[in-house]
């Protein structure tokens, strides 16, 4: 979309969990108009699935109900978090995730080395199992940063999804 990301004409983000519980207006609204319009002329949408998300559309009434709308029309991977965006929370988590390898890596492998260093018990240096072991997943982590981190987007992203679409979900059932 030239001139930036649909979410920027939005009046507040929807997708970020503050914005989700607050009404919509009839200027978000139009914004998921238009990118319905957008995606019926381009074919991406036959004109019952365009009546029955316009419907949607005209009946939301929170920020938190238009993404669902669109999820599969707009890239979310951008969408927000309390920490500035799911790009930025999993390079977080992806820093958190390394430095766990690390620990779970060096305080095992000096552990053993240091008691088959004391013991020298039948020469064979058996340590290099428990460094091998336990230095792989430190060693992936820190070779593919970039895969780590884009794994760790998309599972945030799908449960900020999910969340997005339980209150949706819990209005649809109805008790009997």
Not at 91 to 120: D, K, V
Not at 144 to 167: F, G, M, Q, V
Request: aromatic share 8%; net charge negative.
């Amino acid at each position: 979309m030239p001139g930036g990301s649909v979410w920027d004409r939005f009046t507040l983000d929807p997708r970020h969990a503050d914005h989700a519980r607050l009404r919509a207006s009839d200027r978000d609204r139009d914004v998921v108009n238009d990118l319905l319009g957008t995606a019926y002329a381009e074919g991406r949408l036959t004109p019952e699935e365009l009546d029955e998300r316009s419907d949607r559309v005209a009946q939301s009434r929170t920020l938190g109900d238009l993404p669902p709308i669109i999820d599969d029309l707009v890239a979310t991977a951008s969408a927000l978090s309390p920490r500035g965006g799911l790009r930025a929370e999993a390079e977080h988590r992806y820093r958190q995730q390394r430095q766990n390898a690390f620990w779970g890596f060096l305080t095992p492998t000096l552990i053993c080395w240091a008691i088959w260093g004391a013991t020298m018990y039948g020469g064979f240096p058996w340590p290099i199992f428990v460094t091998i072991a336990t230095g792989v997943n430190f060693l992936k982590l820190l070779t593919t940063p970039a895969d780590s981190i884009a794994s760790i987007e998309r599972d945030l992203e799908k449960k900020e999804r999910k969340r997005l679409e339980a209150p949706k979900r819990e209005q649809h059932e109805e008790p009997e």
